[in-house]
């Protein structure tokens, strides 16, 4: 079995906590779409530059009525 998600395949529920101390459940967004999208460390030129471009499309995603959720390993 692998530890990989393949395309199309429902995510693991899950909670974390936010840059602020709170807690997000995955599950808090069921029906509508959610854009989960992983970096491995703040303030580096490929995990800023997609941020950015998160960042440039919000009023494209919101009006699709996505959620768009960074997660990284780093340290709040």
């Known amino acids: 079995m692998s ?4 395309e199309g395949s429902k995510a693991p529920a899950f909670t974390l906590a936010t840059d602020s101390g709170e ?6 967004f069921k029906g509508s779409p959610v854009v989960v999208y992983f970096y491995p460390k703040d303030d580096t030129p490929g995990c800023t530059k997609e941020a950015c ?3 440039d499309r919000k009023a ?5 009525g996505a959620v768009v959720l960074g997660i990284s390993g780093d340290n709040v």
């Not at 807690?23 to 808090?28: D, F, M, N, R």
């Not at 494209?60 to 699709?64: A, K, M, R, S, V």
């Open 60 to 64: 494209e995603l919101q009006q699709l």
């Open 23 to 28: 807690k997000v459940k995955l599950s808090s």
């Open 3 to 6: 530890d990989w998600l393949e």
């Open 53 to 55: 471009a998160f960042r």
